[in-house]
């Protein structure tokens, strides 16, 4: 079936060192990715999410680029804030809308932690 | 701004008790979900509605029921709680026919504590 993994559970960055988390996925069909961001006691939002087309999703500093070559969907950042501290949750969506189709399928998250 | 809202925020339960959590949409979306957050797993699926009077089991059902009962109206049900069901738990909307994916809006949790 498919799957999002994230490999690192914790990331521990000095403010202004760039970021990248990383994404892998399996999945049967061309799937949507994202990204989710959590801050602490706070709700899961979405961060950033794959195009249909070839462009690049940025948000708030934040990148990401579909490699389907790979399946991957690393998350980047070119300075990391302390603000930028939270839980990142990759997840995938199939593009194929039947039965199961409506799924979001989470990896298990990265923390990362930003220091001064 | 999509909006969410569950309650109980906060719950303590007694093993065997029922437990209902309730969630509320105002974003009109058909798809609702419920998912529980748990350090090492991330967010797992429990159950999930495509519309009024559907649920659909996600990837860890057993022990939990749902009802949709409405549009804006999901419920996730323990009817026989245990301390394993001790959780942190996320109901979601979305619109799979927006055409670009299946952008989820959470609300902001049902700490679960089951004793």
């Known amino acids: 079936g498919d799957s999002v993994t994230q490999t690192e559970g914790l990331v521990t960055l000095t403010e202004g060192l760039p970021v990248m988390l990383n994404c892998t996925y399996q999945?049967?069909?061309?799937?949507?990715l994202f990204w989710y961001v959590q801050h602490l006691n706070e709700a899961p939002k979405l961060l950033l999410k794959?195009?249909?087309?070839?462009k690049r999703p940025e948000h708030q500093g934040f990148h990401a680029t579909l490699h389907k070559s790979s399946s991957s969907f690393h998350l980047q950042k070119s300075s990391a804030q302390l603000s930028d501290s939270a839980l990142y949750y990759c997840?995938?969506?199939?593009?194929?809308?039947?039965?199961?189709?409506?799924?979001?399928?989470f990896g298990i998250g990265t923390l990362l932690s930003v220091k001064p | 701004e999509a909006a969410v809202t569950q309650s109980p925020r906060n719950k303590v339960a007694v093993t065997g008790g029922k437990v209902t959590l309730s969630c509320n949409q105002t974003?009109?979306?058909?798809?609702m979900y419920w998912y529980r957050q748990d350090t090492g797993h991330g967010l797992r699926l429990i159950h999930y509605?495509?519309?009024?009077?559907?649920?659909e089991k996600g990837d860890i059902p057993d022990g939990y029921k749902a009802s949709r009962p409405s549009q804006e109206n999901f419920s996730l049900i323990l009817e026989l709680a245990t301390p394993s069901q001790t959780s942190v738990y996320f109901c979601?909307?979305?619109?799979?026919?927006?055409?670009?994916?299946?952008?989820?809006?959470f609300g902001e949790g049902s700490r679960l504590i089951v004793v």
């Open positions: 974003n009109n979306h058909n798809n």
């Open positions: 997840a995938l969506s199939e593009r194929n809308y039947g039965s199961s189709g409506n799924k979001l399928i």
């Open positions: 979601a909307s979305g619109d799979a026919a927006s055409g670009d994916g299946n952008t989820l809006y």
């Open positions: 509605s495509y519309g009024a009077g559907s649920t």
């Open positions: 794959s195009f249909t087309d070839n």
């Open positions: 999945s049967t069909y061309s799937p949507f």
